[in-house]
């Protein structure tokens, strides 16, 4: 059974920084684009960034040169640094990856989320 967990959320004032952890476990043979999405309060959820194994990343317009997605392929994990974080970043965070497990086709896993709260 694959996992995701999430870590790393919790309330910070504006212009603060955060940095959020995803972590794959469970019986996984490969692990193809990994990302982050967002849903906040009465809105759809969101993609923030992704990044592919070969570390190709991409970025929602609203946060370009403020976060930072990276991976580390080798502990299957996943990272968001979100530095200037405004108001308007405040909402669940989720984990999300393209994963080929043994004795399963190749599936969309999401984490549960962690909460990023932006206020003062």
């Known amino acids: 059974q694959v996992q995701l967990v999430e870590s790393g959320g919790g309330l910070v004032q504006p212009g603060g920084s955060l940095r959020l952890s995803c972590a794959a476990s469970g019986s996984i043979v490969s692990i193809n684009t990994m990302g982050w999405y967002r849903q906040a309060p009465g809105k759809q959820r969101e993609l923030v960034a992704a990044i592919t194994s070969s570390g190709s990343t991409k970025y929602t317009d609203s946060v370009k040169g403020r976060f930072s997605i990276s991976r580390e392929n080798a502990k299957n994990t996943v990272y968001l640094q979100m530095n200037s974080l405004k108001p308007e970043d405040t909402a669940v965070y989720y984990c999300?990856?393209?994963?080929?497990?043994?004795?399963?086709?190749?599936?969309?896993?999401w984490g549960k989320g962690t909460l990023v709260n932006v206020s003062s």
């Open positions: 999300n990856a393209d994963i080929l497990s043994y004795g399963r086709p190749k599936m969309d896993y």
